[in-house]
């Protein structure tokens, strides 16, 4: 079942028609309807009451590496990357970073872009508006090939 999952997913990616990548993105997300996911759904930025700062350095690290919000706020999350290399920031839950880590391991060039995902320039910026709709223990890291794998992930808890 997982690789038919990867399969279509492969597929879907590939068979995209607006042209993303993590050299050229800006945060620029295609027009398309938000997207229920376990972890929430795409907010707008005028229903961002907080904000909260993700530093990313070349250490491998965020800061911080765990944020708790709660069930039904809208949260514009700055990433903030102080390093000298891409980083970007992807929210999920263990089973759906892994699987994205493993595709990325696999299609280290891969074009992608989802309204859960930042994907930040050294010394830049980007903001992620997202709506956390449902309550639980979630998880985000930077699946850029083996900084995912040297420890570049932290947690997120959506409170009732």
């Not at 514009?76 to 999920?92: A, D, I, K, P, S």
């Not at 930040?120 to 995912?148: M, Q, S, T």
């Amino acid at each position: 079942m997982k690789s038919i999952k990867f399969i279509a997913a492969c597929a879907l990616l590939a068979g995209a028609t607006a042209s993303f990548s993590h050299e050229n993105m800006h945060n620029s997300h295609p027009a398309v309807a938000p997207q229920q996911q376990e972890w929430g759904i795409a907010g707008e930025a005028k229903g961002a009451k907080r904000t909260i700062t993700l530093h990313m350095t070349d250490d491998m690290r965020f800061t911080p590496s765990h944020f708790t919000v709660k069930q039904g706020e809208t949260v514009r999350l700055r990433v903030e990357n102080q390093g000298q290399v891409m980083h970007e920031v992807v929210l999920g839950t263990q089973g759906t970073l892994d699987q994205h880590a493993a595709m990325m391991r696999q299609y280290p060039d891969m074009e992608h872009a989802e309204p859960h995902m930042a994907h930040v320039a050294p010394r830049a910026k980007e903001d992620l508006v997202w709506h956390f709709n449902r309550p639980g223990r979630f998880d985000f890291a930077c699946l850029i090939p083996g900084h995912y794998e040297a420890g570049m992930r932290g947690t997120f808890t959506v409170t009732p």
